[in-house]
């Protein structure tokens, strides 16, 4: 999650699903909208059409699921991962996704994967701002209550970054969101002065657990993410790092190893379904 665009938020998802594909099965939810995310062009070329071949009027089975997922390389050869996202051509129509977690949670406990990560597109602060005022329950809530959820808060390591990555935390903390399992993570997006002075400002801190700092690494601007073996030996190793803060936060909130998670309830027919 961030608070704002422009935070690397799909870059750390990537990054974070490349760590964690080698604890497990690993799957990437591309819940924001198709033009405005690069998951369709980390996957073009793959003939999978994701999201938009999961009818809600045809039952789902793992089988479909994980057939409709494209495939992405791992920082290892035998740590390959899956990402769901609208593969079709850009001037498709725009699928109508639902927002509500509960029906990405469904999803993923159909595909049966055993890490599964949410590059969500709502802004943090507003999300939960938002939801108090309005007295209903806000996005940034829906999924951290998810069973064996760790939040990852990610932001520019500039100025503005910081400081909206610190009103994310201030805004969380005062509705009781769960800071104590919340990872940080701040990408350095260009080599200035500036952006390693801002990145280490650790008022975040206090409250996360931990804040985990990516560093510049021009591959990624080049090349995308498309090939996770070019990335730069220190890009790889905070990838790892990352890895093992948010296995740690889940080890220490529900025990190690990790309880099978629950079987998630059926939606409602008024809840929208993918």
Not at 69 to 77: D, K, S, T, V, Y
Not at 80 to 104: E, F, I, K, N
Not at 142 to 158: H, I, K, R, S
Request: hydrophobic share 45%.
């Amino acid at each position: 999650m961030a608070a704002t665009g422009g935070s690397g938020r799909s870059t750390v998802a990537n990054l974070l699903a490349c760590g964690l594909a080698l604890s497990g099965r690993t799957a990437v939810l591309d819940t924001g909208p198709r033009l405005s995310s690069p998951w369709p062009a980390w996957t073009n070329g793959q003939a999978v059409q994701g999201l938009s071949s999961l009818a809600a009027e045809r039952p789902l089975s793992r089988a479909v699921v994980r057939q409709v997922a494209a495939q992405r390389p791992g920082l290892a050869a035998e740590a390959c991962w899956q990402v769901l996202t609208d593969g079709r051509a850009w001037h498709s129509a725009p699928l109508s996704l639902p927002q509500d977690p509960a029906a990405w949670h469904q999803l993923a406990a159909i595909g049966g994967w055993q890490v599964v990560l949410a590059d969500t597109s709502h802004p943090v602060a507003h999300d939960v701002l938002a939801a108090r005022c309005e007295e209903r329950v806000g996005l940034t809530r829906g999924w951290c209550n998810l069973p064996f959820a760790v939040p990852v808060l990610c932001a520019a390591a500039t100025a503005g970054g910081v400081q909206a990555l610190q009103q994310a935390v201030m805004a969380m903390h005062a509705e009781g969101l769960p800071l104590q399992r919340t990872r940080g993570a701040r990408e350095q997006l260009r080599r200035t002065s500036a952006g390693r002075r801002a990145g280490r400002s650790d008022h975040a801190r206090p409250r996360t657990s931990a804040v985990i700092q990516l560093p510049h690494d021009p591959g990624i601007r080049a090349h995308g993410l498309r090939e996770p073996a070019r990335l730069r030996s220190h890009t790889r190793q905070a990838a790892a790092t990352l890895a093992d803060a948010v296995l740690a936060a889940a080890h220490a909130t529900w025990g190690e190893p990790l309880p099978h998670a629950p079987r998630p309830r059926p939606l409602s027919p008024s809840m929208p379904r993918l």
